[in-house]
């Protein structure tokens, strides 16, 4: 049961440096969401995709664009990396929006930007 | 406004007594979702349990309890019987119907929960 799996767990990069963050979800949800985790903070959403084909912002959308690219895989891209990106970056997934759905998150990827 | 308020930020607790962490949120939705998840020192969010803003009973999970006071708008997590595999970051979350435009769980900062043996 892989459940949520983010690639790649570490990674170090420059400022103006470019990076694709990966995730896949093998519980056939339809909803994807990415959340960043900065100390002492909760996780804040930064998209989501409620089902295949769709994608919106959340609270901090900025520097960061995604792509749904089928139903299992949902990732998320910075074009040019600033050190305010540092972070650790969660993916989550859930059957679909309902308010009773939990979502199921990934084991997280550590950024650092230099 | 904050959404959701841990005003926690750390706890000690002794082994096996029972643990009381609290949340209060603020929404103006009828219909929401209140969620607990755990975080230990390893990283990953587990989810722990689930209130529903209609459901009239308290959510229970094993060992996790929600103390749902839905007019005071709180939220707490009771774990009884604590383990020192209890020790972690607990959070709250809520998920609105409306959302505010975005979908998604608003968390609080968090609790850094430690069990003392």
């Known amino acids: 049961n892989a459940g949520v799996t983010q690639t790649p767990k570490f990674q170090v990069l420059k400022t103006g440096q470019s990076m694709t963050l990966q995730c896949a979800q093998d519980?056939?949800?339809?909803?994807m969401y990415w959340y960043r985790q900065d100390p002492g903070m909760g996780l804040r959403l930064i998209y989501y995709?409620?089902?295949?084909?769709?994608?919106d912002k959340g609270e901090v959308p900025n520097g960061y664009n995604v792509s749904r690219l089928n139903k299992r895989e949902f990732s998320l891209r910075l074009e040019s990396a600033a050190p305010s990106q540092t972070s650790v970056y969660f993916c989550?997934?859930?059957?679909?929006?309902?308010?009773?759905?939990?979502?199921?998150f990934g084991d997280g990827t550590r950024l650092s930007i230099l | 406004a904050q959404k959701i308020t841990q005003t926690q930020p750390g706890m000690f607790v002794q082994e096996k007594e029972a643990v009381t962490l609290d949340c209060t949120y603020d929404?103006?939705?009828?219909?929401?979702?209140l969620f607990w998840y755990k975080q230990p020192s390893s990283g990953e969010m587990i989810f722990l349990i689930y209130q529903g803003s209609y459901d009239e009973q308290n959510a229970t999970e094993g060992r996790y309890s929600l103390n749902f006071q839905k007019a005071r708008k709180s939220a707490n997590l009771v774990i009884s019987a604590s383990q020192l595999g209890d020790s972690a970051m607990y959070f709250c979350?809520?998920?609105?119907?409306?959302?505010?435009?975005?979908?998604?769980?608003?968390f609080g900062k968090g609790t850094h929960l430690i069990i003392q043996p």
């Open positions: 519980m056939n949800h339809n909803s």
């Open positions: 995709s409620a089902s295949e084909g769709t994608t």
């Open positions: 979350a809520m998920r609105e119907r409306s959302g505010g435009g975005a979908d998604g769980l608003t």
């Open positions: 989550a997934s859930s059957e679909d929006r309902g308010i009773s759905q939990p979502q199921h």
């Open positions: 929404t103006s939705d009828q219909s929401y979702g």
